[in-house]
């Protein structure tokens, strides 16, 4: 017998299913067990980072995870082989190293790290869980990556050092002990702090942009007089990166007068161009665009997406969830042509399998894009499934990548472009652009939506006068440069080279519940506690949190992966001057003062009441505490939605385990609540479960 281990019970229960299938041979010689995650790693009480000797970590068996490696021991002397089958990244190669160690197959002889002499084990690598997959990977076992378990404990060691040391340096500095820093948590924090900055400094003008009606319903934008243009670019340097943002010289100083000399003035079409051009689908999903691709069209967070991604993988749905390759496998594209010539026709599918170059430049291309594992739609591919957990937004999802990846195999579609121009004699100029779907190709799957609305397109003769009917102004302001929201904040990320695409939720989670952010709709805007924290740690660590030393040290990290690096040199490189600047700041024995926003007049003393942060949230207090001990919880009204039993206003609340739910704002009088609005008609009272009582 073969002991199999796998990380999750829903992975175990996948990986039984196909190995019990009539496909797989010696289906009865193999036994999985779920070691639910890491069962090592350093404690949680102390930094367990040893500076005088290579930084050697003091890893312990996690708490609560005694039961597990004892029958993890009890099944290794049952079985004659042991596989070890976690995921295919760092992580999992991590999680197979410390089983390895429990069991007693490897010398860590800091700073070295192997098997001992004599022993190994087998650990199969695969992209997808599939019965093939898993059978290939069966007949081609390899051995522990050990140069992704160091770059993997690089990282470790060095978020470690980061949080434990300066973690307790900002408790010290503003008396609250639930605050934290981390190495790219901070980095991701000033991001989304410095643009509020530029947000703030940006001085915003008014303009205006002008559109001609005219005759045969062409509507054209005016664009210059006597060839100099109204529009003008104006580029910033922000910390991200350059901005660039327009405006006219409109104004409204001079918008009537253009608006009366155009509307007295005669025109003519003085050209008319046509071009067909092709356009190319997009590259399948990696992490970072799946992420991307999921706020926007399906409202998902980057937290959210990846679990959903997770339980897909692991009922063997979609290939690994966590990559930066855009390549794609002979196992996908060739049935994928099939798939497309007998669902859409010939026309649509390519002659030969197209390929995209991969922009990361840590990116295994060995590794594969994110697609599903069989060609099958979501009511095909979840028929019949038994697992209750598979959701509506599992399909939701599931359809995203489905539809990404069967497109990256279809014709390109073809797009007439028609650009118009149209003069006056006072030598106004107007431009019109009109597209025409020629063929749809890969829009067919992509984006239907695009080619309902582009079907036809209103063409001009050259040289024929054309009236004008009227025109339209439009009032505009300059724009700003935009808050961060999740896709945004994770796209520049992986721009900058910070982190890693499969840490990101992890990341924009942490600096929510820290209360360092909160959202305005969509957007994050940083709190004052935020933002005098993102203050400090930069001006105070200038080096560890510059975008462009993060991304360095990701990169050191990737080396350290492809055997090019020595993992504790760059310890030390990380560690000698970060210690120089760490002794400087815990010898500032100074306060750091945290603005506090005055929300109105306390009713018990007179004083303000202010804003407050702790570790459950912000809320309101009295700025005389501890004399005057009144709090105020803060709730946030849910716009244009009421009580469905007396009006109320509808409110945002949380159950004791951070749970989201909805309220009546007249509680304790009028005790309505729900999980979700969705459904719920103000006047209906059906199908309402109160979270207080769960």
Not at 547 to 562: Q, V
Not at 564 to 573: G, M, P, S, T, V
Request: positive net charge; charged residues 30%.
């Amino acid at each position: 017998m073969a002991l199999i281990i796998v990380e999750s019970p829903t992975k175990a229960r996948t990986f039984n299913y196909i190995l019990k299938s009539k496909n797989l041979e010696d289906k009865n010689n193999y036994f999985v067990f779920a070691s639910m995650g890491h069962i090592r790693d350093l404690p949680k009480s102390r930094i367990a980072i040893d500076y005088e000797h290579d930084f050697k970590p003091d890893l312990e068996p996690i708490l609560n995870k005694e039961k597990i490696i004892t029958q993890l021991k009890k099944l290794a002397t049952e079985n004659q082989e042991i596989i070890l089958a976690t995921d295919q990244d760092r992580e999992g190669e991590a999680i197979s190293y410390h089983i390895a160690y429990i069991l007693g197959y490897i010398d860590e002889t800091w700073p070295s790290i192997g098997f001992k002499k004599g022993l190994t084990l087998k650990r199969i690598v695969f992209h997808e869980i599939t019965t093939k997959a898993l059978t290939e990977a069966l007949a081609n076992p390899e051995t522990l990556r050990l140069d992704l378990v160091k770059a993997q404990m690089a990282r470790r060691i060095l978020d470690r050092i980061v949080g434990y040391e300066l973690s307790p340096l900002l408790w010290k500095k503003t008396g609250k002990n639930w605050l934290s820093a981390g190495r790219v948590q901070t980095v991701a924090l000033r991001l989304i702090v410095e643009r509020e900055k530029e947000i703030k400094a940006f001085t915003t003008e008014d303009y205006y942009q002008l559109f001609g009606m005219f005759e045969s319903d062409v509507k054209a934008k005016l664009v210059s007089k006597d060839d100099d243009p109204y529009e003008q670019k104006t580029t910033l340097k922000l910390f991200a990166g350059d901005y660039v943002y327009t405006k006219t010289s409109i104004n409204k100083d001079n918008v009537e007068n253009i608006k009366q000399d155009c509307l007295n003035d005669k025109y003519t079409v003085s050209d008319v161009t046509e071009s067909i051009a092709p356009r190319y689908p997009m590259p399948p999903y990696t992490t970072s665009l799946l992420q991307q691709d999921a706020y926007y069209k399906s409202g998902f967070s980057s937290k959210q997406t990846m679990r959903l991604a997770q339980d897909l993988y692991e009922r063997g749905l979609i290939t690994y969830h966590r990559t930066d390759s855009f390549n794609l496998s002979a196992r996908f594209v060739f049935p994928a042509k099939e798939y497309i010539e007998k669902k859409y026709g010939k026309e649509y599918a390519l002659d030969k399998p197209r390929g995209f170059r991969t922009r990361s430049r840590s990116a295994q291309e060995a590794h594969e894009a994110i697609r599903p594992t069989k060609l099958l739609e979501a009511k095909v591919a979840f028929k019949g499934k038994k697992e209750s957990k598979l959701t509506v937004n599992h399909q939701k999802l599931y359809t995203l990548i489905f539809n990404r990846a069967i497109a990256t195999q279809m014709k390109e579609a073809s797009i007439k472009t028609v650009k118009t121009t149209i003069i006056s004699d006072k030598k106004y100029l107007f431009e019109s652009e009109q597209q025409q779907v020629i063929f749809d190709g890969f829009l067919k799957v992509f984006d239907p939506y695009y080619v309902t609305n582009h079907q036809t397109i209103i063409k001009l003769e050259k040289g024929i006068e054309i009236k004008i009917k009227l025109l339209e102004e439009k009032a505009l302001l300059s724009k700003a440069p935009p808050r961060y929201n999740e896709a945004s904040l994770i796209k520049t990320l992986e721009e900058k080279g910070i982190g890693r695409p499969s840490t990101y939720a992890m990341i924009i989670s942490l600096i929510q519940m820290k209360n360092y952010t909160e959202k305005d709709g969509r957007y994050f805007i940083p709190t004052s506690i935020g933002t005098s924290i993102c203050d400090y740690l930069s001006s105070s660590f200038p080096k560890i949190f510059d975008l462009s030393y993060t991304a360095n040290l990701e990169d050191g990290l990737d080396r350290i992966a492809n055997k090019e690096e020595d993992y504790i040199k760059l310890l030390k490189d990380f560690y000698i001057p970060f210690k120089k600047e760490l002794d400087i700041q815990k010898g500032d024995v100074s306060m750091l003062a945290i603005k506090d926003d005055v929300k109105g007049i306390c009713p018990q003393d007179g004083g303000n009441l202010i804003s407050r942060f702790s570790r459950f949230g912000k809320f309101i207090a009295c700025a005389n505490y501890p004399k005057c001990k009144y709090t105020k919880s803060i709730v946030k009204v849910v716009k244009n939605r009421k009580c469905p039993l007396c009006q109320g206003d509808v409110v945002v609340k949380f159950t004791k385990t951070k749970k989201r739910f909805y309220g009546c704002g007249n509680y304790p009088k009028c005790k309505w609540s729900a999980w979700s609005l969705e459904g719920i008609n103000p006047t209906n009272t059906t199908n309402i479960t109160n979270p207080t009582n769960k």
